[in-house]
């Protein structure tokens, strides 16, 4: 697999696992007790950053090819 | 907070990079004890330092991770944990790898309320099944289909508060198996056993509840009983049926209320046991007679366990002989030493068998024949006999329950064997126990036998 192949790959990867948490997330929220949804609509942000970081790094690394 | 609580509380291990992946699975894994490791570095220390009963792994663990997770699915196996790769990673090459490396279980991230719960499921019966052949293997050794039933039966409830009664002859392993439900019920306090029938009603008093120093001539110093020595723990009554009324009234109020009066004293203990019983007698017989309060019964009848005498359940006298041998001296019989032995019908039960087997070794070697077989069981007959027409375990009763009763229990015992010898002919039975007709309906009356009905007059 060439290195692009690679990144994609990886890409791909950690989209599927970070958007699968994502979609978890939300059936919790429903009936987490407040605390807890507050704890969770923070990872859920960090998590969304997360995903926009991976895809512009991916684009960057693309770009720089 | 999600969780599997009607399970025993598992030790988990989740090694996750993700923060939210760590919370969702800290969500779905309530009740149990979970520690998480966001690295493999820190898996391995935890892995190292503690045993895990699950391993939830997730393969990619940090940005531009080779799938570092996967080398610790070997480490985890090697202690013993259940190894669940969780993984984005769900293509085939991937999933063949976590196998091969020796994790027992693997899904795809994204569904976790399903995933963790079947998981949970497959484990907890992979589990079961281990258990079930060592405990029949080595704890409670039985073939039998039935005793099996009854022994899961009883320890599906060990770790609940349930009062359990167990029934069955003296030596088919009562104690045995309120050992084995204690050390299952997940208690932190001691297993305490007594035989109720064993002691004056005084001395079962003080026994019991202990006493002040003082309280009675002969009382020197204060005293714990067992109900006290039993908190947090088990209390084992063993031939609870020999058990006076005045004493199941003081036991029954201590067992509700959980605090009672060591004998002499004015100041409460408290104490919280879990009280598991024993009794070889008719306990339903022993109501009607008025020899066990209803409300007693009840309060120690959370679930009836009975276990067969090894009359029947033959199938388990050869593994018994082979647990009893185990380590040491090993015998082999002939085809007829092995029928003499299947034929001799064991009234004392795995006692009886376990006595028979430890003078079988001690004086024999190699191949055992039918005459060495028959030869013993003869002498242990009379050496039983040699003084005494009467068991250590009939002296009891007696003097529990008063010599008519004794008497009474000792005829219908002696009639009812002899009628399941004859398949149910009273006639017979009438014939080899040269008794009337009249003691033989007496005692027909007290234990409401049906027998068959005559094939002759």
Redesign the interface.
């Known amino acids: 697999m060439t290195a692009a192949g690679k990144e994609l790959a ?1 890409l791909i ?2 989209m ?10 939300i ?2 929220l429903r ?2 007790p407040p605390e ?1 949804r507050q ?2 609509l923070g ?2 942000k ?2 969304a950053r997360s995903i926009a970081e991976d895809i512009a790094a991916f684009e960057a690394s693309a770009a720089s090819r | 907070m999600l969780g599997f609580v009607t399970m025993p509380k598992l030790s988990i291990l989740v090694v996750e990079d993700d923060p939210l992946a760590r919370k969702i699975m800290e969500s779905h894994l309530g009740g149990h004890s979970v520690e998480f490791a966001p690295d493999k570095r820190t898996a391995l220390e935890a892995l190292a330092a503690r045993s895990h009963d699950l391993c939830f792994i997730d393969l990619k663990l940090g940005k531009n991770d080779d799938c570092s997770g996967l080398e610790l699915i070997p480490v985890a196996a090697s202690k013993g944990s259940y190894s669940v790769v969780m993984s984005g990673h769900d293509s085939e090459p991937y999933i063949d790898k976590a196998y091969e490396l020796g994790c027992n279980d693997f899904y795809a991230k994204g569904n976790e309320a399903d995933n963790i719960g079947r998981v949970l499921d497959r484990f907890q019966r992979k589990r079961d099944q281990l258990e079930t052949g060592r405990l029949f293997a080595e704890e409670f050794v039985t073939d039998d289909a039935a005793t099996r039933a009854s022994v899961l039966e009883a320890l599906r409830y060990a770790v609940s508060d349930l009062p359990i009664l167990l029934l069955g002859p003296s030596g088919t392993g009562k104690t045995s198996l309120a050992q084995i439900i204690h050390e299952r019920s997940g208690r932190d306090g001691q297993f305490v056993a007594i035989n109720c029938a064993a002691q004056s009603e005084d001395l079962l008093e003080v026994e019991l509840f202990g006493c002040r120093k003082g309280a009675f001539t002969g009382a020197n110093s204060d005293r714990k009983g067992k109900l006290l020595l039993a908190d947090k723990g088990t209390l084992f009554l063993d031939e609870v049926g020999s058990m006076s009324l005045k004493m199941q009234s003081k036991l029954l109020k201590a067992i509700e209320e959980k605090s009672f009066y060591p004998v002499g004293s004015e100041k409460p203990e408290t104490a919280a046991f879990r009280v598991v019983t024993a009794t070889l007698e008719d306990v339903q017989s022993l109501i009607k007679a008025g020899k066990m309060r209803f409300d007693f019964f009840q309060r120690i009848h959370g679930l009836a366990v009975t276990l067969k005498p090894l009359a029947q359940r033959k199938c388990d006298i050869f593994p018994l002989i082979g647990f009893f041998t185990r380590g040491g001296k090993r015998l082999s019989f002939t085809t007829e030493a092995k029928a003499e032995i299947l034929r001799h019908d064991w009234p004392g039960n795995i006692r009886e068998l376990r006595r028979f087997i430890d003078l079988l070794v001690a004086g024999n070697e190699g191949r055992v024949s039918f005459e060495t077989i028959a030869g013993l069981l003869k002498s242990m007959r009379v050496e039983e006999g040699a003084g005494s027409f009467v068991t250590d375990e009939q002296f009891r009763f007696a003097l529990g329950q008063g010599l008519d009763e004794a008497v009474d229990r000792f005829i219908d015992t002696i009639i009812k064997r002899a009628l399941a010898k004859n398949e149910g002919h009273k006639t017979k039975t009438l014939a080899d126990l040269k008794i009337s007709t009249r003691l033989l309906y007496s005692s027909l009356k007290r234990f409401r036998e049906d027998a068959k009905p005559e094939a002759t007059s």
């Open positions: 990886s990867h950690d599927n696992s970070k958007c699968g948490s994502l979609r978890t997330a059936t919790l009936t987490a807890e704890e969770l990872l859920m960090q998590q």
